[in-house]
C-alpha cells in the first residue's frame, strides 16, 4: 500500500491549492478515500475530508466545509483535493490515506505535502 502526495506549496491567504495523491498497492474502487492534515507543532493528524466509493458521498471538517472540494479519479486511481479561500489556519502537511471517516488501515501513510498559507 502507498500513497504519493503532491500540489502543495506557500500561497497567500485567499488563495487556491489543488492537492494530488496517487495511491497503489490496493484495489482502489473498492476504498472510500480522505484527506487528513498535521498541522504545525500538533501530534494528531486532523480529518479534512472523506470520498466514498463512486464519489457518491462526501464529508468535510467543519473548518473546510465551502471552501474544499474532495474528488476521485478511479481510472488513475487518484484523489484530489481543491482548496479555495485558504487560511493561515490551513496551514499544515496534507496526507491522504484509504478510508472514510477514519483510516483504513493503522500507519499506512505517504510522505504528505507542505501546504503554508500566508496572512
Known amino acids: 500500500v502507498q500513497f504519493v502526495e503532491s500540489g502543495g506549496g506557500t500561497v497567500q491567504s485567499g488563495g487556491s491549492l489543488r492537492l494530488s495523491c496517487a495511491a497503489s498497492?490496493?484495489?482502489?474502487?473498492?476504498?472510500?478515500m480522505s484527506w487528513y492534515r498535521q498541522a504545525p507543532g500538533k501530534e494528531e493528524r486532523e480529518l479534512v475530508a472523506g470520498i466514498h466509493i463512486n464519489s457518491d458521498l462526501t464529508n468535510y471538517a467543519d473548518s473546510v466545509k465551502g471552501r474544499f472540494t474532495i474528488s476521485r479519479d478511479d481510472a488513475e486511481n487518484k484523489v484530489f483535493l481543491q482548496m479555495s479561500g485558504l487560511k493561515p489556519e490551513d496551514t499544515g502537511v496534507y496526507y491522504c490515506?484509504?478510508?472514510?471517516?477514519?483510516?483504513?488501515?493503522?500507519?499506512?501513510w505517504g510522505q504528505g505535502t507542505q501546504v503554508t498559507v500566508s496572512s
Open positions: 490515506t484509504a478510508g472514510y471517516s477514519k483510516p483504513r488501515w493503522i500507519g499506512y
Open positions: 498497492g490496493f484495489t482502489f474502487i473498492d476504498y472510500a
